[in-house]
T-cell receptor, first 116, second 110 residues
Framework: EPEVTQTPSHQVTQMGQEVILRCVPI?????FYWYRQILGQKVEFLVS????????KSEIFDDQFSVERPDGSNFTLKIRSTKLEDSAMYFC??????????????FGSGTQLSVL | SQQGEEDPQALSIQEGENATMNCSYK?????LQWYRQNSGRGLVHLIL?????REKHSGRLRVTLDTSKKSSSLLITASRAADTASYFC??????????FGAGTRLTVKP
């Protein structure tokens, strides 16, 4: 079964450093998402992306965050200057169409980001 | 913001028993989806119910939706130890911003 892959599985960084989290969505999917989950807490929506543009973003997704589809296969999340509270598991997801059109999300296994 | 909220937060049952989890949401929806998460892993889609549907079945899963009460329930029948996981409902009021609740942590004891 096709799957979403994320790299790295773990990332440790110093506060104030920039990090880039990488994702390869399912190849024929056109809609991409980032979520995060602080340990034991809810899964929080960050951003959705389609046709090289952000389609929705949450209040969490401030100017410190950016997303990019640098080529035909990768989808990245950049955090410009990490804070301690950015420590979380970050999940990438993709879908074949809009979730509002009754499409399901396919999630990767996540990148555990630890900011020291 | 639009999101599902699951209840209870944690549920512990014996193998063979049924598990029922509830979800409430705040505004109108296009559909409601249930996902499962094994510890430390990504979420896996279980079942989707559209806003014009009232009940849906998939194997041992049964989902109901009451749009007048803005609530849904997920029933897992004849539970197994392998069903131990966290279960999340998700909804989107916009077209592409699926939002999740805090989940129900289900423990099935052998």
């Amino acid at each position: 079964e096709p799957e979403v892959t994320q790299t790295p599985s773990h990332q440790v960084t110093q506060m104030g450093q920039e990090v880039i989290l990488r994702c390869v969505p399912i190849s024929n999917h056109l809609y991409f998402y980032w979520y995060r989950q602080i340990l034991g807490q809810k899964v929080e929506f960050l951003v959705s992306f389609y046709n090289n543009e952000i389609s929705e973003k949450s209040e969490i997704f401030d100017d410190q965050f950016s997303v990019e589809r640098p080529d035909g296969s990768n989808f990245t999340l950049k955090i410009r200057s990490t804070k301690l509270e950015d420590s979380a598991m970050y999940f990438c997801a993709s879908s074949a169409s809009w979730t509002g059109f009754n499409e399901k999300l396919f999630f990767g296994s996540g990148t555990q980001l630890s900011v020291l | 913001s639009q999101q599902g909220e699951e209840d209870p937060q944690a549920l512990s049952i014996q193998e063979g028993e049924n598990a029922t989890m509830n979800c409430s949401y705040k505004t109108s929806i296009n559909n409601l989806q249930w996902y499962r998460q094994n510890s430390g892993r990504g979420l896996v889609h279980l079942i989707l119910i559209r806003s014009n549907e009232r009940e849906k079945h998939s194997g041992r899963l049964r989902v109901t939706l009451d749009t007048s009460k803005k609530s849904s329930s997920l029933l897992i029948t004849a539970s197994r130890a392998a069903d131990t996981a966290s279960y999340f409902c998700a909804t989107d009021a916009q077209i592409n911003d699926m939002r999740f609740g805090a989940g129900t942590r289900l423990t099935v004891k052998p």
